[in-house]
Nanobody, 123 residues
Framework: QDQVLESGGGLVQAGGSLRLSCTAP????????MGWWRQAPGKEREFVAA????????HYANSVKGRFTISRDNAKSTAYLQMDSLKPEDTAVYYC????????????????WGQGTQVTVSS
């Protein structure tokens, strides 16, 4: 089964930065918008950010607007999530996946989940 591969997580102090990477098979990456979700312990997985196929349009959860930036490099089949001004409440496992985007944002995701990458923000 096709999967994406997330990397770049780690332990960082509040106010710090991390950049996550997500690599997918080219045949998937070149067809879909890409997005990031996160799941904190005891909570449901929640949408974080998404970027369209061209890389020109992005969508963000209100909780990360102004702090996180999503981008993609189609030549490398890799999506990125630059996370700045991190807060302890950003602590979660971060997942990447392909999705469909409508004018108002994410519509549904596909089934290419990877193993995720842990982000821990200490206070």
């Amino acid at each position: 089964q096709d999967q994406v591969l997330e990397s770049g997580g780690g332990l960082v102090q509040a106010g710090g930065s991390l950049r996550l990477s997500c690599t997918a098979p080219a045949r998937i990456f070149n067809m879909y918008a890409m997005g990031w979700w996160r799941q904190a312990p005891g909570k449901e997985r929640e949408f974080v950010a998404a970027v369209d196929l061209s890389g020109m349009s992005s969508h963000y959860a209100n909780s990360v607007k102004g702090r996180f930036t999503i981008s993609r490099d189609n030549a490398k089949s890799t999506a990125y999530l630059q996370m700045d001004s991190l807060k302890p409440e950003d602590t979660a496992v971060y997942y990447c996946n392909a999705l469909s985007l409508g004018p108002s944002g994410p519509q549904h995701h596909y089934n290419y989940w990877g193993q995720g990458t842990q982000v821990t923000v200490s206070s």
